[in-house]
């Protein structure tokens, strides 16, 4: 009967994903104090419609953990009535969602064209990648790295001026289809890149003596189907056998510790760790990518949003890994070098005890590959717009988190291994 029921549901949301409207919609802060609150949130959950923000899934949610959701224009007057009756500390985070997501597009910049202060669609993010390769061919190459479920090369691109034996630093962004600012991160990094080579000492050096493989967008088909369908994506957009539901979560797709913890096994949640490690062409093509270059790449940082994090291993399990002090002591400088740009507070530590452990990550399976410095930046904001950040502040953020991006690179330059 449960089972029934879960179905039914997970029917009813992916209907529901088709609809391009969010008026009414509301996003809701709790803070559950104890398993019995935690109950309250799993059997809401289990009734209506909730699309977990922070965590990403019903699943993950413990007692004091700061937990963002969202729910229906229908069922939000329900929801907002069941939480004070039940006593549950809320607070309205997004009151109307619509009005948010509109909010998102306040650039000043007018332009149809690419643009480092507008979140760019897919098409536009291609025509980009190809430019900025052909304007700077001495520091920009492209290269394709396979293609994604439907079709879409994976481009990759490789910034450094070339000398022999250089080693790496490979940074992706876009794994999770809704998080927009991360491939807005991507393109503002190789935009500093060629902007500043030549000019900046500190950019020079680095790209004199690394490579940095960026990679715009991981997860395509889902970030294309954030820009036509639904703004509140997460996963893949590959089918699943014997499930009307579609996706796999790509950060739970990773060999590491793969679907023990903080994943589903369900292909209608929005954390299913797919159908075996790598089953995404997407994370196949990632992780193949850094098998092959396994001997030069020295770094790995990956760029989600939002909660305003640096982790760093593990999620999968709550051990500590045998590199802790050293990459707690990066974390921390890297998170003052972000803080002294605009006074952005980061939270930082190894991802199990700094949000939840949750195993198939990609930053865990780099270090267990040997890239001991493996990141995790979870961007701006902290809730307020969540992943509608307004594109006013693609800049700041960009910015910011340059600062944390060039201390890491610097201290792996002088720490090379
Ligand atoms: O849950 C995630 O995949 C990341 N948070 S997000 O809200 N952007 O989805 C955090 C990833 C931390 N690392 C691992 N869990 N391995
Ligand atoms: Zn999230
Ligand atoms: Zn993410």
């Not at 969010?22 to 109950?39: A, S, T």
């Not at 060999?255 to 062409?281: H, L, M, V």
């Not at 910011?400 to 201390?407: D, G, H, P, R, S």
């Amino acid at each position: 009967m449960w089972a029934l029921l879960v179905l039914i549901g997970a029917a009813a949301a992916s209907a529901h994903l088709q609809d391009s409207t969010f008026d009414g919609q509301k996003v809701f802060r709790v803070i559950p104090q104890n398993d019995e609150q935690v109950e309250i949130i799993n059997s809401l959950a289990s009734n209506i419609q909730v699309d977990f923000w922070q965590p990403d899934s019903v699943t993950l949610v413990r007692p004091k953990m700061q937990v963002d959701f969202r729910v229906e224009a229908s069922e939000a007057f329900e929801v907002e009535d069941l939480l004070k009756q039940s006593g549950l500390e809320y607070r309205v985070l997004i009151a109307d969602l619509q009005a948010a997501l509109d909010a998102q597009f306040d650039s000043r910049a007018r332009t149809a064209a690419h643009s480092y202060e507008k979140y760019n669609d897919w098409e536009t993010i291609v025509a980009w990648t190809a430019d900025i390769a052909a304007q700077n061919p001495d520091l920009v190459s492209r290269s394709v790295i396979g293609e994604t479920y439907e079709g879409r090369p994976i481009y990759l691109l490789k910034v450094g001026k070339s000398s022999p034996n250089k080693k790496a630093i490979f940074i992706d962004c876009g794994f999770h289809a809704r998080e927009w600012i991360s491939p807005a991160f991507c393109q503002w990094f190789v935009k500093e890149a060629v902007e500043t080579y030549g000019k900046d000492t500190a950019t020079t050096t680095l790209l004199d003596k690394l490579d940095f493989y960026v990679l715009p967008v991981v997860n395509i088909d889902g970030y294309v189907y954030t820009w036509t369908t639904n703004r509140m994506w997460r996963k893949t957009r590959s089918k699943n056998a014997g499930s009307i539901c579609i996706g796999t979560d790509p950060n739970r797709n990773f060999n590491a510790g793969w679907c023990t913890i903080g994943a589903s096994k369900n292909p209608c949640d929005s954390t299913y760790c797919g159908s075996a490690p790598e089953s995404e062409k997407e994370t196949k093509a990632l992780a193949d990518f850094i098998r092959e270059h396994l001997s030069t790449i020295k770094a790995y940082l990956t760029i989600h949003s939002y909660s305003q994090l640096l982790l760093f291993p593990y999620s999968y399990t709550y051990k500590l890994p045998s590199d802790y002090q050293e990459l707690n002591t990066i974390a921390r400088a890297a998170s003052e070098q972000l803080r002294s740009l605009h006074n952005t507070k980061y939270t930082y530590g190894p991802g199990a005890e700094t949000i939840y452990a949750a195993a198939g990550g990609s930053d865990d399976w780099a270090y267990d590959q040997g890239i001991k410095y493996s990141f995790t930046f979870e961007l701006r904001d902290t809730g307020r717009y969540g992943f509608l950040l307004p594109e006013s502040q693609i800049k700041p953020t960009c910015e910011e988190t340059l600062l944390a991006v060039k201390y890491i690179a610097n201290y792996v330059l002088n720490h090379l291994y």
